[in-house]
């Protein structure tokens, strides 16, 4: 009977030394899962925010767009979709000419640049360390969406000059 050896500790000190890194890579997978999730929520926010923008920008035909229109339209858009988390979403509105019609000199073709940058809070103990955008103490990845859609404007025939 004396050939029995006692190793009682030896299983809770090998735990104590890989609990912690088992842990931290459980946490990794869930908060990348988290991010992703939201990053598909800022992909489809900055889709939609363009696309009520290249609607209601242009009221005549041949028009200019109407930024304060476009950024009124968003912000009330973006109050139904997130309610209160809607303060801290930021909406930058842009747009950018890509060509003039050769037929009608005055008609030009715009798109409208939607950048949202959506603020993710982390979720798990040690992983802001990595993923958190600065300052990294506040433990808040900032996600970037950039939408472009071309807005919709009523042709003006170069006929009716």
């Not at 190793?7 to 990348?32: D, K, N, S």
Request: hydrophobic share 40%.
């Amino acid at each position: 009977m004396s050939f029995i050896k006692k190793r009682g500790g030896q299983v809770t000190a090998e735990l104590m030394l890989i609990l912690p890194v088992f842990m931290l890579m459980i946490f990794f997978v869930l908060e990348y899962g988290n991010i992703a999730y939201h990053t598909i929520i800022a992909n489809h926010a900055s889709y939609e925010f363009a696309r009520i923008s290249s609607l209601v920008g242009v009221k005549k035909p041949g028009g200019r767009p109407d930024r304060t229109v476009m950024t009124q339209k968003i912000n009330q858009a973006k109050q139904k979709v997130f309610g209160s988390k809607a303060g801290g979403i930021t909406v930058k509105l842009d747009v950018e000419t890509t060509g003039v019609d050769p037929m009608y000199k005055k008609h030009r073709h715009e798109d409208v640049v939607v950048t949202v940058t959506y603020p993710v809070r982390l979720m798990f103990p040690g992983t802001s360390f990595v993923l958190a955008s600065d300052p990294r103490k506040e433990g808040i990845r900032r996600i970037k969406a950039v939408s472009r859609m071309p807005i919709e404007k009523a042709y003006v025939s170069s006929d009716t000059k």
